[in-house]
C-alpha cells in the first residue's frame, strides 16, 4: 500500500544555487515508526492503527485527520501512554518510551484535551479548584500565579475566571480551562483530540486561534485531531491523513489540501464547501 507523503519539511534541501536550506526545526519532537494497535483476536481483530509513521516536529501544529473510526483516538491515546502499542516503536524527545512505564513523568510532557470540557468538570467546583487538582503531579511548584498565566495563555480573564463555577462559563471559555489545565504542565506536545468538535463555529475559531498562538508565542508542539479536514487547513503545518487505521496521505498542510494525492483525502476534502467556495 503507498502512502502519498513528502520529505520531511525540516530535512535540508539543495536549493537552485546550491546551498542548503537549513532544517527549520532540528530534531522531532516525536518519532512514530510502524505504530500498531490490534483489539481483539483472531477472525474478530480490529487493525484500529495499522503501521502508521510519522514525525512531529517542534513548534508545529500536525493536524490527524479521517472519518469516525479510523484510529485517530486510539493513536492518541498510544501518544498519551493511555493505551499499550501492539507493535511499532515511539520515540520522545531522542529517547525510545515505547515501553515506558513511569507515566507521571512522561505526562508533565504530553498533555491533552478532549471533546467535551462538561464532562471534566465538577458542577461545584470553581475553575480555581479544578487547575488545583494539578497539585498532585506539581505540588509546590503550582502557584497562583502559575494558574493566572496559563489561563492568561489561553486568553482568558485570569483573575476573573478562577473564582467562576463551570456553569457560569460558555463552552468555548471551558474548553479554554481545560487546554489551561494542560499548560500548568509546561508540557513540550499538547494532543488535542476532538477539542473543538462540540463547539459553534465562532467558538472553534477562538479555539483554534488560542492553539496558533501558543504554538507561534510558546513554541508548543500540537496534535491537533478532527474528522473535519476543513479546520485542518486553518491550523496546520502538516496533515497526517488516517483512513481505516492506514495513514494513506501525509505532507504539508498546504500540500495535502491544495494539491491531495490520495483519493481519500480528495473524498474528505469534497465534503467540506468553503474550500470550493474559497476557490
Ligand atoms: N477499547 C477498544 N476495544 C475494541 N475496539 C476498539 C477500542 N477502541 C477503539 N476500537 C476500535 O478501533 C477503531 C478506531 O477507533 P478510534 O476511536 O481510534 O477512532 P476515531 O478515529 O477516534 O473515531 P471518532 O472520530 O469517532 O472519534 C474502531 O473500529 C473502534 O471500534
Ligand atoms: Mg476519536
Redesign the pocket.
Known amino acids: 500500500m503507498s502512502i502519498e507523503a513528502d520529505p520531511p519539511a525540516g530535512a535540508a534541501t539543495p536549493a537552485a544555487d546550491g546551498t542548503e536550506t537549513p532544517a527549520a526545526t532540528g530534531a522531532p519532537l516525536v518519532v512514530a515508526e510502524h505504530l500498531t494497535r490490534v ?2 483476536r483472531g477472525s474478530t481483530a ?1 487493525r ?2 495499522d503501521d502508521v509513521s510519522f514525525e512531529l516536529r517542534r513548534g508545529e501544529i500536525t493536524t490527524v485527520v ?12 498510544m501518544l498519551l501512554k493511555l493505551l499499550p502499542v501492539s507493535s511499532g516503536r515511539l520515540v520522545f524527545d531522542g529517547a525510545d518510551v515505547t515501553g515506558r512505564t513511569d507515566t507521571t513523568a512522561y505526562w508533565r510532557q504530553v498533555q491533552a484535551v478532549f471533546q467535551d470540557p462538561f464532562s471534566a468538570f465538577n458542577q461545584f467546583f470553581t475553575v480555581r479548584r479544578l487547575l488545583a487538582r494539578s497539585r498532585r503531579l506539581l505540588g509546590a511548584e503550582l502557584t497562583e500565579q502559575r494558574m493566572l498565566d496559563a489561563l492568561e495563555q489561553v486568553g482568558l480573564p485570569a483573575g476573573d475566571v478562577l473564582g467562576r463555577y463551570p456553569h457560569q462559563l460558555s463552552g468555548g471559555q471551558r474548553q479554554r480551562v481545560m487546554i489551561a489545565r494542560a499548560l500548568l504542565m509546561r508540557p513540550s506536545l499538547l494532543i488535542a ?2 477539542a473543538t468538535s462540540m463547539l459553534d463555529a465562532s467558538l472553534r475559531a477562538t479555539i483554534l486561534n488560542v492553539l496558533t498562538d501558543l504554538r507561534d508565542r510558546a513554541g508548543l508542539t500540537i496534535l491537533f ?1 478532527t ?1 473535519d479536514i476543513g479546520q485542518a487547513c486553518y491550523v496546520s503545518d502538516q496533515v497526517l491523513v ?1 483512513s481505516q ?1 492506514r495513514l494513506v496521505e501525509a505532507g504539508p498542510a498546504e500540500r495535502v489540501i491544495f494539491d491531495p494525492r490520495h483519493d481519500y483525502t480528495r473524498k474528505l476534502l469534497a465534503d467540506v464547501p468553503r474550500l470550493h467556495d474559497a476557490g
Open positions: 483489539f481483539g480490529v484500529a492503527v479521517g472519518e469516525s473510526g479510523s484510529g485517530k483516538s486510539t493513536l492518541a491515546r483530540d476532538e485531531i474528522h488516517l487505521g
